[in-house]
């Protein structure tokens, strides 16, 4: 009888590398690995060897910086997506990718299940079996680390038995995933809510204590929301992000510490470094408030934030997201334009904002006598405007003065 093949999602670390072989010996199938490009700057052909090294029926290398940055990223801009007012999301878009690229795989290769590593305690389980499962109802889900119970000596050592190349920075103690938009690390002291990170777990962003002592200028610019140049100079977004991610970091913008909801009800703490999405969610969000009514802004808010939960929560797939989309989308035809920001010790300030499509008229918001704005109309707005308040008021004061009979 032929062989089960499993699609594994292979990052070339430790962990998967162990799981390819966990999955040959244990579940006595065949491995094919897929490795996705998401930006986490890793050497693909590295690991793509690795993987070969290890047995593998088939290998896919995919560079999906593109079709992550179209797809999800710039949808995240436009909904300003920040979990819990904080996080921009960005492990939570790539896993919807991911998951999607392991079922193309898979029903290309006619294989049983797919195979991811995360644990059962984390977000990124929910996210991918439930948009594999919304691809393809027949594939199986198979995660080893929920089931096999190894601590990380016993892994090594399960490893080393088993022929599986144990790197040199094995003993990090730092769970990290990275893609172009940001950098969660997660474990070790990082555990501990009260201690500051240490500052080995950042990378892309310098302490305060080395950055610049000048600032730094950077103007973004946006077309239907989406940032599509730098400084004036028109570029892909891609180039885009990966320009500011550096100006940024340099500058310590985008450093993240706060305290997480995740969706199996745990509380964690967690670290991000994310230069270039701190950056542009500002610039954006500071655009919208130029171009967007107020009725719209304050609707938009609640869409926002429900896109948010809905990425974070692993419900990419849900009919709803498509639906908050779409509003969202016709919001951002008016979204063009560009921001300044003032990069400087950590922060990242707006100074200046222009558009197009501009809801600011000068004659009408000047303080100067010539203006097209009719003070006197003001008396009247603010009589109608009030009169909930001033009625309610109206009535308590009469009750003090009179209590009630009963009382
Ligand atoms: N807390 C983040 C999320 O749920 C990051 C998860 C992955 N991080 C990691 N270091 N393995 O989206």
Not at 141 to 159: G, S, Y
Not at 246 to 262: L, N
Not at 330 to 353: D, H, I, P, S
Not at 354 to 361: A, E, R, V
Request: charged residues 25%; proline residues 5%.
């Amino acid at each position: 009888m032929a062989k089960k093949k499993v699609v594994l999602a292979y990052s070339g670390g430790l962990d998967t590398s162990v799981m390819l072989k966990w999955i040959q010996e244990q579940y006595e199938s065949d491995v094919i690995s897929v490795t996705l490009d998401v930006g986490q700057g890793k050497d693909m052909e590295a690991i793509e060897e690795k993987a070969w090294k290890l047995g593998v029926l088939n290998h896919y290398s995919i560079d999906a910086k593109e079709e992550f940055v179209s797809g999800y990223v710039v949808p995240a801009i436009k909904a300003n997506a920040l979990y819990m007012d904080t996080y921009p999301v960005s492990s939570s878009l790539s896993r919807p990718l991911i998951a999607s690229k392991l079922v193309e795989v898979a029903e290309k290769e006619g294989a049983q299940a797919v195979a991811h590593r995360c644990t059962g305690k984390g977000n990124d389980q929910v996210r991918f079996d439930i948009t594999i499962k919304s691809l393809n109802q027949d594939l199986e889900v198979i995660a080893p680390v929920r089931e096999w119970n190894m601590t990380r000596d016993k892994e090594i050592e399960w490893a080393k038995e088993h022929g599986v190349p144990v790197p040199v920075t094995a003993d990090s103690p730092y769970s990290v995933d990275q893609n172009l938009w940001g950098r969660s690390i997660e474990c070790g002291v990082l555990e501990h809510p009260d201690v500051e990170p240490p500052s080995e777990v950042y990378e892309w962003t310098a302490p305060i204590e080395e950055t610049p002592d000048e600032p730094e200028y950077v103007t973004i610019g946006f077309e239907e929301g989406a940032p599509t140049s730098l400084n004036g100079v028109k570029m892909s977004t891609l180039e885009l992000i990966e320009k500011v991610q550096i100006i940024a970091g340099k500058h310590g913008v985008g450093r993240i510490d706060h305290m997480e909801d995740r969706i199996v009800g745990l509380k964690s703490r967690e670290v991000y470094e994310a230069p270039a999405a701190t950056v542009i969610l500002k610039a954006h969000a500071d655009l919208e408030k130029m171009v967007l009514t107020r009725h719209e802004k304050l609707f938009k808010r609640h869409v926002d934030h429900e896109w948010a939960v809905l990425t974070y929560t692993g419900l990419w797939m849900d009919p709803l997201k498509e639906a908050l989309d779409a509003f969202i989308d016709k919001t951002q035809e008016r979204v063009m334009g560009e921001v300044k920001l003032k990069l400087f010790k950590g922060n990242a300030q707006v100074v200046g904002r222009s558009s197009p499509f501009s809801l600011y008229d000068l004659s009408l918001a000047t303080y100067d006598i010539d203006t097209t704005f009719d003070q006197k109309a003001a008396v009247g707005f603010i009589e109608l405007w009030g009169l909930p308040t001033v009625t309610a008021w109206t009535l308590k004061k009469k009750a003090k003065a009179a209590p009630l009979l009963h009382a």
